[in-house]
């Protein structure tokens, strides 16, 4: 069969399939490896000049490999889970042979030595990389743009950003580029493009997925690899490619005993469900919060119970700040010393005063963290899930800056993604599902949470939200 007759049997365009409906055509043989590439490729000429989700690309050496494994599937059939699927990963993370820029100028030139551990498993499970996917510079904001590589667009209005820091990845994916992309999520970097670009994007629980190898060890525990799909089913089968203890990452966690994606339908029927509107302190866009809460009742039509939470969060985001910029400095502090005028003023402010973070001052954010913790673990020994808008907002403008109110009412920096960072500082998994279209038919998502190291829950939840309302036959006109 061509891949023109498979366009033309099946409702979704070829680009817009996920990556398991993907791996079956290409499984059935109805679909090659080197077709998919070259459609994907096609696609990526016709629509990245628009959304500029890709900054570099391996399109020769993406040929190869499937050329190469097109011959291999011709002789003996697929052997691997993700045979042929195309992907783009974010630049913040290796790719032997390409330059992992970071988004910034002084690393413009930084070619990878070998693959990060994530790229390893899923191009040893059968992924090809197409290419690296922008950020802003060292993923520290949440729209993407930098003075690298410029501004990344949103496929639902090129006027508006998809998100950051992964907002390249969300653009290829929401975009119809690639089915599966890379992400990493220190504060809400997965969450906030998923929710803004109407992917699926789950920030695992820390650890769940090796980092690195590393230069040097992040000091403390914010940030996790994740994926961004289309479908929770994607993200599933690519948790179960890359999840599993590394030594070069000594935090990470044992591979888990159970398929995520052969779990998927394992929810429990009768879960106890808290649901925040707020957390306490946020202030959310009233059409944005409508949509949620139609979401949130999807769960009671499930059989499940839903109550709201009476507890109250604490506004982390000052300790959660200071920390990611503790960890960055650890990182930069030689490049700031002799690159500073080429790197964003932003970032190279917030870092510069790290000079001064003091032992009072790490003691004070251990204080923090341990209250939050406890109220986690209340929340958590009272219900079994914890839902909450993942975004207080539609997306903003592409070039920012973020929103400084809402509804006319004034917001704090940080109230622009309030709903994403305290689980970034508590460690819980979190994911964020496409809820709906605001009346600017911009997406909304609903964010997710579980208990610690319940990842396989998270999917579950989400997988049944998804069943209920399906969100992969709606895209975007780019």
């Keep these: ?37 070259e459609e994907t490729l096609k696609r990526i000429e016709a629509v990245n000049p628009t959304l500029n989700a890709f900054v570099s690309m391996r399109a020769e050496a993406a040929m190869d490999e499937a050329k190469a494994l097109t011959e291999q599937i011709a002789s003996h059939g ?22 992992t820029s970071f988004g910034s100028i002084p690393f413009k030139d930084n070619v990878a030595q070998s693959d990060s551990i994530q790229v390893a ?16 510079e060292f993923g520290y904001t949440g729209f993407t743009k930098n003075l690298l590589f410029g501004v990344t667009r949103n496929p639902w209005n090129t006027e508006r950003t998809p998100g950051g820091s992964s907002g390249g990845s969300a653009a290829a994916v929401a975009g119809g580029m690639v089915s599966l992309a890379t992400g990493s999520d220190a504060g809400g970097s997965i969450r906030i493009p998923a929710s803004y670009s109407g992917c699926f994007g789950l920030k695992t629980s820390f650890g769940r997925i090796p980092g690195g190898p590393f230069p040097l060890l ?43 994606l052969k779990c998927l339908k394992e929810m429990p029927d009768t879960l106890k469900i808290a649901f ?62 002799t690159n500073r005028e080429e790197m964003g003023k932003t970032l ?19 204080k923090v963290t341990t209250q939050v ?17 993942t975004m207080p907002t539609e997306a903003f403008g592409a ?57 396989d829950l998270v999917l579950q939840a989400s997988h049944a939200f998804e069943q209920m309302r399906p969100w992969n036959d709606r895209r975007p006109r780019i």
């Excluded at 406890?374 to 914890?386: P, S, Y």
């Excluded at 709906?436 to 911009?442: F, K, S, V």
Aim: proline letters at 9%; charged letters at 20%.
């Design 1 to 37: 069969m061509t891949l023109i007759q498979v366009k033309e049997l099946t409702m979704t365009p070829i680009h817009f399939k996920s990556a398991r409906e993907l791996v079956s055509l290409v499984n059935s043989k109805q679909l090659s490896p080197l077709e998919l590439l």
């Design 78 to 99: 697929a052997a691997v889970p993700l045979a042929g699927i195309p992907i783009g990963v974010k630049d913040l993370e290796d790719v032997k042979g390409m330059v």
């Design 121 to 136: 498993r899923l191009r040893a499970a059968g992924a090809i990389v197409v290419g690296k996917t922008n950020t802003p």
């Design 218 to 260: 992040h000091t403390h525990q914010l940030w996790c690899l994740g994926p961004l799909t289309r479908t929770v089913e994607d993200a599933a089968l690519y948790l179960d490619c890359v999840a599993g203890y590394h030594p070069a990452d000594p935090e990470s966690l044992p591979a888990p005993r159970q398929s995520f």
């Design 276 to 337: 925040s509107p707020t957390l306490g302190y946020a202030r959310v866009q009233r059409d944005v919060l409508v949509i949620v809460e139609q979401a949130v009742e999807c769960f009671a039509e499930m059989g499940h119970t839903v109550e709201p939470w009476k507890g109250v969060l604490p506004d982390v985001g000052e300790t959660w700040s200071s920390l990611i910029d503790l960890d960055l400095y650890g990182q930069l502090h030689e490049v700031l010393n």
């Design 348 to 366: 190279v402010n917030s870092l510069d005063r790290m000079n001064s973070f003091s032992v009072a001052d790490q003691i004070q954010a251990r």
């Design 373 to 389: 913790n406890q109220i986690m673990w209340d929340l958590f020994e009272q219900f079994d899930l914890l839902l909450t808008p």
């Design 399 to 455: 070039k920012g800056p973020p929103p400084a109110e809402i509804d006319g009412h004034p917001i704090p920096l940080l109230g622009a993604v309030a709903f994403t960072y305290p689980f970034n500082l508590t460690g819980h998994p979190a994911a964020s599902v496409p809820a709906g279209l605001t009346p600017d038919g911009l997406p909304a998502g609903l964010q997710i949470v579980g208990p610690r190291h319940r990842d």
